[in-house]
């Protein structure tokens, strides 16, 4: 499967605690970038990177967020002590920097995402 | 603020009819739209897209319809299958120059088509 990967798939942990993700974007995709989706609602953009350099963060990651993503290739999302309102899907994504103008009227830029991993914070 | 709402917030259909979603976005910088389709447990799947410079795209079953003026898109389903069940997702973007990053994601419909 060359699609993107993420794990754990589900993760279930105690307020306080610490956590971490993990995504691995679909091969030689430059870009990478985490959403994160509650229930009812449509994915809400987290932050992103392209290759090792995190470009944009969101007023959404506060200081308890960490994501990085060395030598350019999988990417860690890390919520320190954590709360029950960070309970969601968090969702990865990656594109690449082809230099084609796309077919079918899809971006070359275009976002692929992961399966997510769901959290739930007691 | 909302810069993607979308409407119905659900949507029952009945085999073999048609189903149409709409959106409508505010912020003019926006030049790519593309619609997504989600089942339970996944993560949003790439479905069809369009730019602002044609008025209409159409993928199999699947089509865009995109009003400039009036900053409005919609997707329609066609002979819509209970296997097209599943919450689709509005979204849109600046992609000029590769500077595509961010999707702005509409709240999602609840597709639900009866046998």
């Known amino acids: 499967d060359t699609g993107v990967s993420q794990n754990p798939r589900h993760k279930i942990t105690k307020r306080g605690q610490n956590v971490t993700f993990r995504c691995d974007p679909i091969?030689?995709?430059?870009?990478l970038y985490w959403y994160r989706q509650t229930l009812g609602q449509g994915p809400e953009f987290l932050t992103y990177?392209?290759?090792?350099?995190?470009?944009?963060k969101s007023r959404l990651l506060s200081d308890r967020f960490s994501a990085e993503r060395p030598k350019g290739s999988f990417s860690t999302l890390e919520i320190q002590r954590t709360e029950q309102g960070d309970s969601a899907m968090y969702l990865c994504?990656?594109?690449?920097?082809?230099?084609?103008?796309?077919?079918?009227?899809?971006?070359?830029?275009?976002?692929?995402f992961g399966p997510g991993t769901r959290l739930l914070v007691l | 603020q909302q810069q993607v709402k979308q409407s119905p917030q659900s949507l029952i259909v009945q085999k073999g009819g048609i189903s149409i979603i709409n959106c409508a976005y505010e912020?003019?910088?926006?030049?790519?739209f593309p619609w997504y389709q989600q089942f339970p447990g996944k993560g949003p799947a790439l479905l069809i897209a369009?730019?602002?410079?044609?008025s209409e795209k159409k993928e199999g079953r699947f089509t865009i319809s995109f009003n400039k003026s009036a900053k409005q898109f919609s997707l329609h389903i066609m002979d819509s299958q209970p296997g097209d069940s599943a919450t689709y997702f509005c979204?849109?973007?600046?992609?000029?120059?590769?500077?595509?990053?961010?999707?702005?994601f509409g709240k999602g419909t609840l597709l639900t088509v009866n046998p």
């Open positions: 912020n003019t910088a926006f030049d790519y």
């Open positions: 369009i730019r602002p410079d044609v």
């Open positions: 994504a990656s594109s690449s920097l082809p230099t084609g103008p796309g077919t079918s009227g899809i971006s070359p830029w275009a976002q692929y």
């Open positions: 990177f392209q290759n090792e350099a995190q470009l944009e």
């Open positions: 979204a849109a973007t600046r992609d000029s120059g590769g500077s595509n990053y961010k999707l702005t």
């Open positions: 091969s030689e995709h430059n870009r």
